[in-house]
C-alpha cells in the first residue's frame, strides 16, 4: 500500500503512472469538474487510443459536477453512467486492472485541479498483493450495473450545470489594476518576438480550456534581459487567436510566490476559454482579460 496526501506524493503522478499499466480502468467521482479533467485529458485520451477502455459512474455532489467536462469525456470514447439515487454519492475510487491483477486508489479526491494535485486529501493506492482491490472493483461492478446508474441522457445533461461554482482562488485583482496599462504604442509583433519576451502557444481544441506551461529556467534567462511579458497565445494562428500580454514584473509579484511548480521546473495553468479566466495550479487566480492585447 502507499499512503498519497499531495505533499510528497501528488495524486496526479500516481494516476498517470497507473494509467499506463492498464487496460482497463474504473471510476466513482461524486464530481467532475474541468479544472480535474484538465489536468488528466492526455492521459486518458493515450490511454484509450492505445486500446484501453474506461468506465466512469459519477454523482453530482453539492451540483459542482460540470456540463463541458462530461461531454469532453464521452467525445473521447469514455464509458460514463450517472448515479442518480437518493441517498448520497460521494465514492472517490480509480481502479485498474491488467491480467488479472487489480490496483485501486481510494480516498478523497474527486476530478478536481485541488483533488489531484494541491489539496489536502488523503488516498490510499492498494497494490495487487491484497484482495481488497478486488472487493473494491466488485462494488464497482455492483454500482454500474444497478438501476441507479443510468447512461448519460440530455435529460440527464440538463440537471448539470454548465460551470458549477467556481472553486477559491487567490485573487490579486487590486495589485493588477497597478499592471493592466499595457503600452498602447507597442506593436503585437513585439509581444510575440521570442527574443524579448517568453512566448507560450496553444492550437484550436475541442476543450473547454487551454492548458499552458512555462519553465522556471527560462523565465530566469529572460530576466537577465530586464523586463519583458509572457505572452500567452490562444487558438494560435486562427481567426479567433487571442494575446494575453503579463508584465513579468506582475507575475513575480502577484503569482510566483503561491504557484506550484512540478519537479520539473513548471508552472502549470490553465485558460478557461469563456472569460479568459487564469487559474494556476495551487489555487492562484487571475482575469487575463486585463492583460488582452489582441
Keep these: 500500500m502507499k499512503f498519497i496526501e499531495n505533499n510528497s506524493i501528488r495524486l496526479i503522478d500516481e494516476l498517470e503512472g497507473l494509467f499506463s ?3 482497463e480502468i474504473f471510476i466513482c467521482a461524486a464530481f467532475i469538474r474541468e479544472s480535474g479533467l484538465n489536468l488528466l485529458i492526455k492521459i486518458i485520451e493515450k490511454f484509450i487510443q492505445n486500446g484501453g477502455a ?3 459512474l459519477f454523482g453530482n ?7 463541458d467536462a462530461i461531454l ?5 470514447g469514455s464509458e460514463l453512467k450517472y448515479y442518480q439515487g437518493d441517498e448520497t454519492f460521494h465514492i472517490k475510487s480509480y481502479i485498474f486492472k491488467q491480467d488479472h491483477f ?3 486508489i481510494i480516498g478523497s479526491s ?3 485541479a485541488s483533488g489531484l494535485t494541491t489539496g489536502a486529501e488523503w488516498n490510499v493506492l492498494v497494490t495487487p498483493e491484497s484482495d481488497l482491490g478486488e472487493r473494491i472493483y466488485d462494488e464497482f461492478c455492483r454500482l454500474w450495473e444497478s438501476k441507479k446508474s443510468i447512461t448519460v441522457t440530455d435529460e440527464i445533461l440538463d440537471k448539470i450545470k454548465a460551470k458549477a461554482p467556481v472553486e477559491t482562488f487567490k485573487s490579486f485583482s487590486q495589485k493588477e489594476d497597478k499592471y493592466i496599462k499595457l503600452d498602447t504604442e507597442t506593436n503585437i509583433a513585439d509581444y510575440l518576438d521570442h527574443s524579448k519576451n517568453y512566448v507560450v502557444t496553444r492550437r484550436p481544441d475541442y476543450r473547454t480550456n487551454w492548458s499552458f506551461q512555462i519553465y522556471d529556467s527560462k523565465l530566469k534567462e529572460y530576466s537577465k534581459k530586464g523586463e519583458f511579458y509572457i505572452a500567452v497565445i490562444c487558438d494560435y494562428q486562427s481567426p479567433s487567436q487571442k494575446v494575453i500580454a ?3 514584473k506582475y507575475f513575480k509579484e502577484n503569482i510566483l510566490p503561491s504557484a506550484y511548480r512540478d519537479d520539473r521546473g513548471r508552472y502549470l495553468f490553465e485558460v478557461i476559454k469563456r472569460d479568459l479566466r487564469f487559474n494556476w495550479h495551487h489555487r ?5 482579460k486585463k492583460f488582452l492585447v489582441a
Aim: hydrophobic share 45%; net charge negative.
Design 110 to 112: 474527486n476530478i478536481s
Design 54 to 56: 474506461i468506465k466512469i
Design 284 to 288: 492562484v487566480g487571475m482575469d487575463g
Design 21 to 23: 499499466q492498464s487496460e
Design 102 to 104: 487489480i490496483s485501486a
Design 72 to 76: 469532453t469525456l464521452m467525445k473521447i
Design 61 to 67: 455532489d453539492f451540483g459542482l459536477t460540470e456540463k
Design 246 to 248: 503579463i508584465p513579468f
